[in-house]
């Protein structure tokens, strides 16, 4: 009896978890559904409309370009794999000088390549100092570490390093469900980088900029250009890509912090999360949407990333082993990702307040807790400290334009209408309610991404509150703490509601929501056995490949005909220029709308040419000085009304404009051309003479010849 009642007892037990878990199970594939629904019932509604886009063929078939397209892709990979290679071998140099001791390949690639980027950057910055920042001598610098390695390898008689092979916790069933989507999504945006630049801050500064920096040797200050003193690290960097290979050398330097990132994510998962898949962890951060579309461009979010997951890898290595080695390492990429863009200052408090609680929990000592950290702070902010001394220098504020409240800045370079014209830009991105509810912020981000200039699709909203059903042990509740703390500055009026600029927590992202998979598939296989496993993974890979740029559409909830779409993600692959169907002044005319003005105005306008433009994003392709419209300077004079034409006319005069390029729409909803002076249909037609005109833009010469001695007279 006795033992009948204990079977009966474990019995009912059993019986009575098995119930719980499949209620569990039950409210997770509810949520899931409920998610995934919403997501995707927008489908339905466009098909039935007929609005959704359709891939087009740019082109002529026979391929006519196909010599310019195989030139311009075998120079860009071959010039972005030399300087990456370079790369590494420097840092492995520095390593290797060092003692640093590296677990595995997947963790010391990322860290070498870091390390080499960060020395190639800052020797671009010291040859910027003397003047000598120039395509030749970035070209033997560059080949100086590539060199030096293969003279090494040849005199030491060393073999190459046998790499030993990727191996995952999940089943190699599982494992190809992963690889799939990965493999698609690097390939989408390795493809979509092969083509000319054509996203409006590449354009702006993170290609112009360096382009310039070339033309004169040194660093170039504009101040009509606010983001002319912002930290310009990894713009150096393409420097390097631009004067080996070009345009496309350059966006493929980016692009290489993909499979970096990639790599790091997998060992980030396999070292300190245990029972989350590795390879599911880098499948959700490869087809993320906006990370598609990061690494396609030159711009610097993913670079950000790359160096603020390796803080957080770095962190997690040293709280383990009290490695100084892995401080250093911490301390080098958190000032990298500090001199690349403002929003790592972020990251440095979350990162330095994280390893004094770490400590604190360890060591119980007050001291032992704050040396690291303070080592941490000062070692990081030597490396972006240069910049921050430029910025200083020239406006009196370390981070221009962020924090004028506080530090203030010369009139001609910024002004509270200035400020606030910026301010009303940033204001546009995020929810539209005036009051944010923080409970309904990931659902509002996903099922309305257009508000935030992008997507990390829906697999997150569905994943990551799953996490509640693990133990919260070891890495993971300092992973998600970084998230939430990183998310909350995000929202608050500190920054901006721009999706790309959650980018760099994008791989933490993954990382949490393979954890949270992790312990879904567990409770599955328990609850449905081994092939409720494999049914939940085959419709998560399914996801993952939808999240791919064929099928952006499918995220654009509130799209309606050409209102609702989704920036900062690809719509497709530029195929046509890729393959030679079509040409790169084609394609260019075709997506940047300013291009073909531009394209006559370096061809056409005098050397000496300044030109005043109401747009920008072009700036890559520019030949001439120009000035923009809404810089502080220009402001005054660019918009005047009517009333003030003469003075408008002096402004010009003074500030030696020679051309104006004209948008044919009114860049404000509620003004119009003829509502300004120097637009006004009296201006345009006896100030200037008609040089160019298209669809959108007319470009203008000023009759200086007969406007000068009015404007003499009237002085004297």
């Known amino acids: 009896m006795t033992r009948l009642s204990r079977s009966s007892q474990v019995a009912t037990a059993r019986e009575s978890v098995g119930r719980r878990l499949r209620l569990v199970l039950a409210l997770a594939f509810a949520w899931g559904a409920l998610v995934l629904a919403n997501y995707y019932l927008q489908l339905w509604q466009t098909l039935l409309q007929g609005d959704l886009k359709r891939p087009r063929f740019y082109g002529d078939p026979s391929l006519p370009y196909i010599g310019e397209a195989f030139y311009r892709t075998i120079l860009g990979v071959t010039s972005a794999s030399i300087l990456v290679m370079s790369a590494v071998m420097l840092g492995l140099f520095l390593t290797r000088s060092l003692c640093w001791r590296f677990a595995s390949y997947r963790e010391a690639v990322p860290v070498v390549a870091s390390l080499g980027i960060g020395c190639f950057a ?24 590539l060199i030096a390695g293969l003279l090494w390898w040849l005199g030491a008689g060393a073999e190459w390093p046998r790499l030993p092979a990727l191996r995952s916790q999940s089943s190699s069933r599982s494992r190809r469900l992963w690889v799939g989507p990965t493999a698609l999504g690097i390939s989408s945006a390795f493809l979509a980088a092969l083509a000319p630049e054509r ?165 119980r000592r007050v001291l032992a807790a704050l040396r690291p950290a303070l080592a941490l702070v000062s070692l990081s902010l030597i490396v972006p400290l240069p910049w921050y001394v430029r910025s200083w220098m020239a406006s009196g504020n370390p981070v221009f334009p962020e924090l004028y409240s506080i530090f203030g800045a010369p009139p001609q370079r910024w002004d509270t209408v200035t400020a606030q014209g910026l301010q009303r830009f940033l204001d ?39 996490l509640a059903l693990r133990r919260w042990h070891g890495a993971l509740p300092w992973l998600a703490a970084f998230v939430v703390g990183f998310v909350v500055v995000w929202a608050s009026p500190l920054a901006s509601f721009q999706m790309r600029f959650l980018v760099p927590i994008s791989p933490l992202l993954a990382v949490l929501s393979a954890a949270a998979f992790g312990r879904l ?196």
Not at 428 to 448: C, E, I, K, R, S
Request: charged share 15%; with cysteine.
């Open 428 to 466: 546009q991105f995020g929810p539209q309610a005036p009051v944010l509810n923080p409970l309904t912020l990931p659902w509002h981000m996903t099922m309305h991404a257009e508000r935030y200039h992008g997507t990390l699709g829906p697999l997150f909203l569905w994943l990551l509150p799953l």
């Open 122 to 145: 800052y020797t671009g910055l010291a040859l910027t100092a003397v003047e000598r920042y120039q395509v030749g001598i970035l070209r033997l610098v560059a080949a100086v570490p």
């Open 521 to 716: 598939a567990a409770i599955t296989r328990y609850v449905a056995s081994s092939a409720g496993t494999t049914i939940l993974s085959c419709m998560t890979a399914l996801l993952l490949i939808l999240n791919l740029p064929p099928f952006t559409a499918l995220h654009e909830r509130d799209r309606i005909g050409d209102q609702g779409w989704i920036n900062s993600t690809l719509h497709g692959l530029p195929i046509s220029v890729v393959i030679g169907a079509e040409s790169k002044e084609q394609y260019l005319t075709r997506t940047v709308s300013s291009y073909g003005v531009w394209s006559f105005a370096n061809k056409t306008l005098p050397s000496n040419a300044r030109v005043l433009t109401w747009s920008g994003g072009d700036e890559f392709y520019t030949k001439h000085e120009r000035v923009w419209a809404n810089a502080t300077a220009l402001r005054t004079v660019a918009w005047a009304r009517p009333a003030q034409a003469q003075s408008a006319l002096q402004g010009l005069w003074q500030l030696g404009i020679t051309h104006l390029i004209v948008d044919q729409r009114p860049p404000g909803a509620g003004d119009d051309w003829n509502y300004f002076a120097l637009t006004s249909p009296e201006a345009r037609a006896h100030w200037y003479e008609q040089l160019y005109t298209d669809r959108f833009y007319t470009l203008y010469r000023v009759r200086w010849e007969e406007l000068t001695p009015q404007i003499e007279g009237a002085q004297t």
């Open 199 to 363: 996203e409006y801050d590449a354009l702006w500064y993170h290609l112009a900029y360096p382009q310039r920096y070339l033309q004169q040797g040194r660093l170039v200050d504009l101040p009509t250009d606010y983001v002319s003193l912002y930290p310009m690290t990894w713009e150096l960097w393409f420097g390097f890509g631009l004067a080996l290979g070009g345009q496309t050398a350059a966006t493929l330097l980016h692009f290489a912090c993909l499979p970096l990132t990639a790599l790091l994510t997998y060992e980030l998962t396999r070292r300190f999360v245990p029972g989350a898949s590795a390879w599911l962890a880098v499948a959700l951060f490869a087809t993320v949407p906006t990370v598609i579309w990061e690494a396609s461009t030159a711009y610097v979010d993913l670079a950000l990333g790359l160096h603020v997951t390796l803080v957080m890898y770095s962190l997690l290595r040293f709280l383990q082993g009290k490695q100084r080695q892995w401080l250093m390492i911490a301390a080098f990429n958190l000032g990298m990702a500090l001199a690349t863009k403002h929003l790592a200052l972020v990251v440095l408090g979350l990162a330095s307040t994280g390893l004094v609680i770490g400590l604190w929990q360890t060591e």
